[in-house]
């Protein structure tokens, strides 16, 4: 499917408020946008309603009743969603996905807007653009890239380009000085190997970086994990040979906390 890089309207799938799930802030109110439209086909995906441009963007009031409105929209009506959803609590505005990159005009505008008004921003990627991370990143507090392995997806095809510039990305935020936060979703112990290559593969920049968290996320349904606490050590003391304590094992919290 080709995605329209879209300027000053874009396509969003839902605006509302909750608690980060994944990663260091788990747990910390947000403001999530979900921009609509995906180029990847993970297969742990569990947003799949989130992957094409869809007709209707679902917007949550303070009350907690939901209002659909269509897409695109404007900078306006995202940065107005936003602002009636703010509460003490919030720690930052997430732009999430589908991949917001894949909108990139559109999400300058956006963050530039939000940060006008005062607001952190915490960008969460697939990290498949280097190029278009790069033109975004001064306008972010916050990288989250989910580097994806190769057994993410359903197929090998153009695999290593993609693993390219999730690498590149993760040197890109890191340089530009932002907190960045890499996460990969383990979906059984045959994923060790991989996991110990992209340390490896990202130690050269990341290891001494001041600002850099590793997160190790096992795939997470409402019932919780299957993933052995003795497995998550493995992953774990594997990435501390290259980032000491700044490795994390999180489930998504949220599915716990029965937050959306
Ligand atoms: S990158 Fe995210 S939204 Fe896209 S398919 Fe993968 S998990 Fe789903």
Same mark, same amino acid.
């Given at each position: 499917?080709?995605?329209?890089?879209?300027?000053?309207? &874009?396509?969003?799938?839902?605006? @509302?408020?909750?608690?980060? &799930?994944?990663?260091?802030?788990?747990?910390?109110?947000?403001?999530?946008?979900?921009?609509?439209?995906?180029?990847?086909?993970?297969?742990?995906?569990?947003? *799949?309603?989130?992957?094409?441009?869809?007709?209707?963007?679902?917007?949550?009031?303070?009350?907690?009743?939901?209002?659909?409105?269509? %897409?695109?929209?404007?900078?306006?009506?995202?940065?107005?969603?936003?602002?009636?959803?703010?509460? +003490?609590?919030?720690?930052?505005?997430?732009?999430? =996905?589908? #991949? *917001?990159?894949?909108?990139?005009?559109? /999400?300058?505008?956006?963050?530039?807007? $939000?940060?006008? !008004?005062?607001?952190?921003?915490?960008?969460?990627?697939?990290?498949?653009?280097?190029? !278009?991370?790069? %033109?975004?990143?001064?306008?972010?507090?916050?990288?989250?890239?989910?580097?994806?392995?190769? #057994?993410?997806? +359903?197929?090998?095809? =153009?695999?290593? %380009?993609?693993?390219? %510039?999730?690498?590149?990305?993760?040197?890109?935020?890191?340089?530009? &000085?932002?907190?960045?936060?890499?996460?990969?979703?383990?979906?059984?112990? =045959?994923?060790?190997?991989?996991?110990?290559? $992209?340390?490896?593969?990202?130690?050269? @920049?990341?290891?001494?970086? *001041?600002?850099?968290?590793?997160?190790?996320? +096992?795939?997470?349904?409402?019932?919780?994990?299957?993933?052995?606490?003795?497995?998550?050590?493995? @992953?774990?003391?594997?990435? &501390? #040979?290259? @980032?000491?304590?700044?490795?994390?094992?999180?489930?998504? /919290?949220?599915?716990?906390?029965?937050? +959306?």
């Amino acid at each position: 499917m080709e995605f329209l890089r879209l300027g000053p309207k &874009g396509y969003v799938a839902e605006i @509302f408020s909750s608690f980060q &799930g994944e990663g260091p802030y788990v747990g910390r109110r947000q403001i999530f946008v979900r921009f609509a439209g995906c180029n990847l086909n993970c297969v742990y995906c569990d947003t *799949p309603y989130a992957k094409e441009h869809t007709k209707l963007c679902s917007i949550e009031f303070h009350s907690g009743e939901r209002r659909e409105v269509k %897409n695109p929209l404007s900078v306006t009506q995202v940065a107005d969603s936003v602002r009636r959803l703010l509460t +003490p609590d919030v720690h930052s505005v997430s732009f999430t =996905g589908g #991949e *917001p990159l894949l909108q990139d005009a559109f /999400v300058v505008a956006v963050a530039k807007s $939000l940060r006008e !008004r005062g607001l952190s921003t915490y960008l969460e990627t697939n990290g498949f653009s280097a190029e !278009r991370l790069s %033109n975004v990143i001064k306008l972010f507090d916050f990288a989250a890239i989910d580097v994806k392995l190769r #057994e993410h997806l +359903p197929s090998d095809e =153009g695999y290593e %380009n993609l693993y390219e %510039n999730e690498l590149k990305c993760v040197r890109i935020a890191i340089e530009s &000085g932002v907190e960045t936060i890499v996460k990969v979703v383990v979906l059984g112990k =045959g994923d060790l190997g991989d996991v110990k290559k $992209l340390c490896e593969d990202i130690s050269e @920049f990341a290891t001494a970086a *001041p600002n850099f968290y590793f997160v190790i996320q +096992p795939v997470t349904s409402p019932n919780g994990i299957k993933l052995s606490a003795s497995d998550l050590y493995g @992953f774990s003391e594997a990435a &501390g #040979e290259f @980032f000491k304590d700044r490795v994390m094992a999180i489930p998504q /919290v949220h599915k716990l906390l029965k937050a +959306p």
